[in-house]
Every structure is written in structure tokens, then in C-alpha cells.
């Protein structure tokens, strides 16, 4: 990876880092995504691991969360925000664009939740389409209207999974509790008869197999890191804002909580190298916004 540009001081736009943030290590799916179609780009990832999980926080607090997050990448120059958590696009993302907009550069930001909705209102036969999600993002309704604005005739079954990112975060991804947790959160939407299923949480596509192999072979499974990926490129062209180094890109990541462990079980989610992790105190976030 090349040398790059002091991302806490200026330099020119194309040349800063993409900011992405996450509750923990389940974003890094999405980063993976992002580093496999934009190359050439630099990119800081923080984890908010110290208040892991997001997925039973109230919308006021993940939207204060996310601000404080996106406030921390700000700090370090980011000339666009992917939010990689799909609790913190379902509650906070419109308030967070809004936010950021007001801002001195500018910056937009992207979520989850309406690349996932396109793909799958794309993908189904039957306009029959399933959600497993955290319950904040279930009950937050973000999904439905994401749909609903694009295709009206879809009906979205959901199903809220309360512990399911905490077991796949753990590394007990294959052991009987998980394969138990993920048999009863595809019983009612093989019930509904869904010919697409949107893996509403990042940590999910770490389970891919194991959801195909239950929900069945030809049941469509989407997620968000190809489509988000694509909607970042897009992003970026249309605001002149892609980097102009040849070459590859570097990478780096801050986190709220263990250090250790965050590189311990990033490197999994990741699968690629993993660099030297940056603790980030929970106090200075939580004094940034």
C-alpha cells in the first residue's frame, strides 16, 4: 500500500480518505466490498466497538452515535461517509445527511438500506421479499418505505434477529445455538414463501451459506456491499471526487473498544490484510457531537 496523505490535515479533496463507520467489525463486510471496487482509494474505518451492539439502541441514541462517528472522521478529513450499519442508516440517516451537508466541506453520505431495497425489488419473481435484521432496524420501518417508494406491489416480511450479530461477532458462527438462532428466523419467512432475502445487518453475509442452506437454493440473498459499493463510485464521479493516485489505495482502522480484539476478529470479517488498529476514546467521542 502507498504512502498517504496526513488524513488529520488538509490536501486536496480527491486525495482524501472515504470515512466508514460501524458499531464493531460487521461493516468491515461493506469495506471489504469498497476496497475491491475502488482500488485506487484511501480509507478510514471506524468501529464504535466500545457500545456494541446497535441493534436494541433507541433511534435518539444511534442518532447521536452516528453523529459523534461521523464528527470523528470529519476530524480526519473524509470527503464522504458510508454509514456500514444498518441500525444507524435506519434511524439516523436523514438527520446525519442533513448534518453533514451543513458542514464546512460538504460531505454526503451513504447508507445501507436503499442499495439492498433496489437490488431485491430487482431480484424477486414473486414481489414477495424477506428482511432478517437487528429489531432497531425492523421496527425503525426503513426498509418498507425504501421499497414502497420503489415498487408499491412488493410486500416485505421481516423478522427481527435480537441476538444473531452478537453470536456471528463472537465467532460461534457455526456452533448449534447459531445454526438454532438462524432455523428460527428463516422458519417464518420460508412460511411466507419469499423468493428474496435481504441481509439487513452487516454481519450477516458471514453466515451466507448457512442462510442459503435453510432458507433454500433458490431463494435470492442480498446484501449491501456490492450495491453500496457501486452508489459510492457513483457518488464520487459525480462530485469530482475520485482520487487521481494510480496505484492502490491505503487503508486503515480506529476503534472505540479493544484494539486486540477488534484486529482479532476484524481479520475475519475483512479477509485481507489488517493493519495496526487506532483506539479512539469513548470520552473524546462523545464529545464531538
Excluded at 496505484?247 to 482502522?253: C, L
Amino acid at each position: 500500500m502507498r504512502p498517504s496523505t496526513d488524513i488529520a490535515g488538509g490536501g486536496a479533496p480527491r486525495r482524501r480518505p472515504i470515512g466508514v463507520f460501524d458499531s464493531g467489525v460487521g461493516g468491515l463486510t461493506v469495506l471489504h466490498e469498497l476496497l475491491v471496487a475502488l482500488p485506487q482509494e484511501d480509507f478510514v474505518y471506524l468501529g464504535d466497538t466500545a457500545r456494541f451492539p446497535y441493534g436494541e439502541r433507541s433511534p435518539a441514541e444511534l442518532e447521536q452515535f452516528s453523529a459523534q462517528m461521523a464528527e470523528e472522521l470529519l476530524r480526519r478529513r473524509a470527503k464522504l461517509l458510508v454509514v456500514a450499519c444498518n441500525a444507524a442508516t435506519s434511524a439516523a440517516l436523514p438527520a446525519l445527511a442533513r448534518r453533514m451537508m451543513e458542514t464546512t466541506l460538504g460531505v454526503e453520505v451513504i447508507g445501507v438500506v436503499r442499495p439492498e431495497a433496489l437490488q431485491a425489488v430487482a431480484a424477486t419473481r414473486t414481489g414477495r421479499i424477506g428482511l432478517l435484521a437487528t429489531p432497531t432496524t425492523v421496527a425503525s420501518g426503513a426498509y418498507e418505505r425504501a421499497i414502497a417508494e420503489i415498487d408499491a406491489h412488493v410486500t416485505l416480511h421481516a423478522v427481527p434477529c435480537p441476538t444473531l450479530a452478537s453470536i456471528i461477532q463472537a465467532g460461534r458462527q457455526f456452533d448449534e445455538l447459531a445454526v438454532q438462532t438462524v432455523r428460527e428466523a428463516c422458519a417464518p419467512l420460508r412460511a411466507a414463501e419469499v423468493d428474496t432475502v435481504i441481509l439487513g445487518c452487516t454481519h450477516y453475509p458471514l453466515i451466507r451459506l448457512m442462510l442459503q442452506r435453510l432458507l433454500g437454493p433458490s431463494v435470492t440473498l442480498v446484501s449491501s456491499g456490492a450495491a453500496l459499493a457501486r452508489q459510492v463510485e457513483h457518488a464520487l464521479s459525480t462530485r469530482g471526487l475520485r482520487t487521481d493516485h494510480d496505484g492502490e489505495g491505503e487503508y486503515r482502522f480506529l476503534c472505540t473498544g479493544d484494539v486486540d480484539g477488534f484486529r482479532e476478529v476484524g481479520t475475519r470479517f475483512l479477509q485481507m490484510p489488517f493493519g495496526e488498529v487506532e483506539h479512539v476514546g469513548l470520552a473524546h467521542v462523545e464529545a464531538l457531537a
